[in-house]
T-cell receptor, first 115, second 112 residues
Framework: DAGITQSPRHKVTETGTPVTLRCHQTENHRYMYWYRQDPGHGLRLIHYSYGVKDTDKGEVSDGYSVSRSKTEDFLLTLESATSSQTSVYFC??????????????FGPGTRLTVL | QQQVKQSPQSLIVQKGGISIINCAYENTAFDYFPWYQQFPGKGPALLIA?????SEKKEGRFTISFNKSAKQFSLHIMDSQPGDSATYFCAASPYNTDKLIFGTGTRLQVFP
């Protein structure tokens, strides 16, 4: 497995509380991504980063923010969690177009429940 | 906005049979088409990928067929095994980007 860890792996929180999910990689890959996975929707891109402090919005970015202060860490923050944000969140990394392949490597996921 | 449509949603196949999952895309500016396999409780992992300059790619029991004019691509799993039981996602990457747009997934169950 690619060196990707996500923390926490499970979290239950209440509506209106802030939540931060962490993705940590040991591969020194330039690109990092946050996806959410929901039944019937597959994987949808929330935000991605193409370098330290370089981030951009994905398909479903409303209600989420991200930060990347170091190559190895990519944080996803829900400023005020809502029940619609109950989901499984996956972090992914890739070497990007400059790499040998365009493969994205996924972390183990974080299951978030917002009550 | 679903740019990659995947079918069927679920598939049940007997051991030794052929599993076929189909995807169609709308945007012609895609240049990379991977398939990911996901087991319960795990993150997706790349299974096989194809670029639009070839019509077929085979890796072991897994084959991607690509029809550029129809904007369709499919995954064929030959001699399906119970260990192939997983959820499969097709995806497409816009030209010269590192982003992936995923289909909605197909849950495959292979029975002995």
């Amino acid at each position: 497995d690619a060196g990707i860890t996500q923390s926490p792996r499970h979290k239950v929180t209440e509506t209106g509380t802030p939540v931060t999910l962490r993705c940590h990689q040991t591969e020194n890959h330039r690109y990092m991504y946050w996806y959410r996975q929901d039944p019937g929707h597959g994987l949808r891109l929330i935000h991605y980063s193409y370098g330290v402090k370089d981030t951009d919005k994905g398909e479903v970015s409303d209600g989420y923010s991200v930060s990347r202060s170091k190559t190895e860490d990519f944080l996803l923050t829900l400023e005020s969690a809502t029940s619609s944000q109950t989901s499984v969140y996956f972090c992914a990394i890739s070497a990007g177009l400059a790499g040998v392949s365009r493969e994205q490597f996924f972390g183990p996921g974080t299951r978030l429940t917002v009550l | 906005q679903q740019q990659v449509k995947q079918s069927p949603q679920s598939l049940i196949v007997q051991k030794g049979g052929i599993s076929i999952i189909n995807c169609a895309y709308e945007n012609t500016a895609f240049d990379y088409f991977p398939w990911y396999q996901q087991f319960p409780g795990k993150g997706p992992a790349l299974l096989i990928a194809i670029r639009p300059d070839v019509s077929e790619k085979k890796e072991g029991r897994f084959t991607i067929s690509f029809n550029k004019s129809a904007k369709q691509f499919s995954l064929h799993i030959m001699d399906s095994q119970p260990g192939d039981s997983a959820t499969y996602f097709c995806a497409a990457s816009p030209y010269n980007t590192d982003k992936l747009i995923f289909g909605t997934g197909t849950r495959l169950q292979v029975f002995p």
